[in-house]
């Protein structure tokens, strides 16, 4: 069973949700293979699809990440304005995806499955709460994401352009 | 379920006010493409003119890290920071235009039912090839009559693009 299937598995459960740009009226430009792919937990679905405050925000910055937008990433946690970015130990593989110009700024965090595939398995998480928590939201990561999956993340190493396309590494 | 773009249209289009939430998704995705525009803009700039963020910072009277800030991330710029962060560059704002939202509509639901409709010839053409008097199987296997499709046969990209028009079916919205 491949880490697709899996995924496809938890989607079938309802562990694990894809994100569709469908709010965005010119969603249909783009072709599916054009796209990158978004998974998300139980819990960042049910926020995406509630009116709570920052949601409609969050789901246009999800949506420029399927309709493969080009963003800023960083390798490492320490660049402050990026869209994305890895924590360190870059081993770990454990991303965070920031919402920026919010009050408070939110932060979600996961894992690569593939090239453009992303599992956002933690979130949203105000920014304020994430000081001196990374360990901990890291680990509670790695925890859940073992839960789903029986794949560690097969893509590592610093080439950008094996995570993602049409990104910009700063 | 995901919102689908005619769900948008019926809450624009009904006499009751519009979401905050369909305000706050529409008013980030301005930002969004008003970001793209500006960042594309000043990436030609650098390329053309060798134009940097400290120079453009010095040029508008503003700070290198907030340029920084402005063309790494979107946000909710001002009327005034745009004009200044073009001029900066040395360059001009096109005219914008406008499109009402019901083409879009009507523009992605033309679209899927295109696809549709060509996925279903699609899937004929290939029944017709596997269930009809001419399989290519039995006639691989019997060697005679010679098949019709033989000297046309189904290519590689006609399978490819089939898989692609349902690949973009099955990803729009309302899609299985």
């Given at each position: 069973?491949?880490?697709?299937?899996?995924?496809?598995?938890r989607c079938n459960v309802g562990n694990l949700f894809i994100v569709e740009p469908s709010k965005d009226i010119r969603a249909h430009r783009v072709a599916a293979s054009?796209?990158?792919?978004?998974?998300?937990?139980?819990?960042?679905?049910?926020?995406?699809?509630?009116?709570?405050?920052?949601?409609?925000?969050?789901?246009?910055?999800?949506?420029?990440?399927?309709?493969?937008?080009?963003?800023?990433?960083?390798?490492?946690?320490?660049?402050?304005?990026c869209f994305m970015a890895r924590l360190d130990a870059p081993s770990e593989e454990v991303w965070e995806i920031r919402v920026y110009d919010t009050e408070p700024q939110?932060?979600?965090?996961?894992?690569?499955?593939?090239?453009?595939?992303?599992?956002?398995?933690?979130?949203?998480?105000?920014?304020?709460?994430?000081?001196?928590?990374?360990?901990?939201?890291?680990?509670?990561?790695?925890?859940?994401?073992?839960?789903?999956?029986?794949?560690?993340?097969?893509?590592?190493?610093?080439?950008?352009?094996?995570?993602?396309?049409?990104?910009?590494?700063? | 379920?995901?919102?689908?773009?005619?769900?948008?249209?019926?809450?624009?289009?009904?006499?009751?006010?519009?979401?905050?939430?369909?305000?706050?998704?529409?008013?980030?995705?301005?930002?969004?493409?008003?970001?793209?525009?500006?960042?594309?803009?000043?990436?030609?700039?650098?390329?053309?003119?060798?134009?940097?963020?400290?120079?453009?910072?010095?040029?508008?009277?503003?700070?290198?890290?907030?340029?920084?800030?402005?063309?790494?991330?979107?946000?909710?710029?001002?009327?005034?920071?745009?004009?200044?962060?073009?001029?900066?560059?040395?360059?001009?704002?096109?005219?914008?235009?406008?499109?009402?939202?019901?083409?879009?509509?009507?523009?992605?639901?033309?679209?899927?039912?295109?696809?549709?409709?060509?996925?279903?010839?699609?899937?004929?053409?290939?029944?017709?090839?596997?269930?009809?008097?001419?399989?290519?199987?039995?006639?691989?296997?019997?060697?005679?009559?010679?098949?019709?499709?033989?000297?046309?046969?189904?290519?590689?990209?006609?399978?490819?693009?089939?898989?692609?028009?349902?690949?973009?079916?099955?990803?729009?919205?309302?899609?299985?």
């Open positions: 069973m491949s880490i697709l299937d899996e995924i496809k598995t054009e796209r990158r792919t978004l998974y998300v937990s139980h819990e960042i679905h049910q926020f995406l699809e509630s009116d709570r405050p920052l949601a409609g925000e969050t789901q246009n910055d999800f949506n420029d990440f399927i309709l493969n937008q080009e963003f800023d990433v960083a390798l490492h946690l320490d660049h402050q304005f939110l932060r979600f965090f996961g894992r690569f499955a593939k090239r453009n595939i992303f599992v956002a398995l933690i979130g949203p998480v105000p920014r304020w709460k994430m000081i001196g928590r990374y360990e901990r939201i890291k680990r509670q990561c790695i925890a859940e994401w073992r839960a789903l999956f029986s794949y560690n993340p097969i893509i590592k190493g610093d080439d950008i352009h094996a995570y993602l396309s049409n990104v910009y590494l700063v | 379920m995901p919102t689908s773009p005619t769900s948008i249209l019926s809450e624009i289009e009904i006499s009751k006010p519009i979401s905050k939430k369909t305000r706050a998704f529409y008013r980030r995705r301005l930002q969004s493409r008003i970001h793209r525009l500006i960042r594309k803009a000043f990436r030609e700039q650098r390329e053309k003119a060798g134009l940097t963020q400290k120079q453009l910072a010095d040029r508008i009277q503003s700070r290198a890290e907030q340029i920084n800030r402005w063309l790494n991330v979107p946000s909710n710029l001002t009327l005034d920071t745009i004009s200044d962060l073009l001029l900066g560059m040395a360059v001009d704002l096109d005219d914008p235009s406008t499109t009402p939202i019901v083409d879009l509509v009507a523009e992605e639901e033309e679209q899927r039912s295109d696809i549709a409709a060509q996925t279903d010839t699609h899937i004929k053409d290939v029944s017709a090839v596997l269930d009809g008097p001419h399989n290519p199987i039995d006639v691989q296997l019997n060697s005679s009559p010679k098949p019709s499709l033989a000297s046309e046969p189904l290519s590689f990209e006609s399978f490819a693009g089939h898989a692609r028009m349902m690949q973009d079916l099955q990803a729009a919205p309302g899609g299985s």
